[in-house]
């Protein structure tokens, strides 16, 4: 049951980075349509269907998953994954702040920039990277 439950927490964290690097590049595009247009309309299904049929879906699904296989592999006194839950934390805030941004571009209410979102667009990657690293190498 364990690597079937591996399996399902890989196949969530694809789906889940998937949505976090492509929801904020929606954003910068949608910077550029005129509040009320047809193209800002179209915009906010894309981003309201995407955070509620992917990214929050497979963010409860890499949690739970994650869990179980710390705990039924009595990982939870290993410092890796110690470091890895401190950024895996770190992602699922920066997954609020893109829930809190699809709210505000659903009401027409953004206040930030295109370079903002291109620059926020990093962070899930930069993120990733390191919980990868943390994973595979074990470094402590």
Known sequence: MY?????LHVIAVIAWMAGMLYLPRLFVYH???EAGSKQSETFKVMERRLLKMIINPAMIV?????LYLA???HWFSAWWLNAKLLLVIL???MHGFLVRWTRDFAADR???SQKFYRIINEIPTILMIGIV???VVKPF
């Open 71 to 73: 705990w039924a592999g």
């Open 31 to 33: 910077c550029d349509a």
């Open 110 to 112: 953004n206040a930030n």
């Open 133 to 135: 690293v943390l994973v």
């Open 91 to 93: 992602l699922s805030a």
């Open 62 to 66: 890499t949690w739970l998953a994650g």
């Open 3 to 7: 690597e079937w439950i591996k399996a």
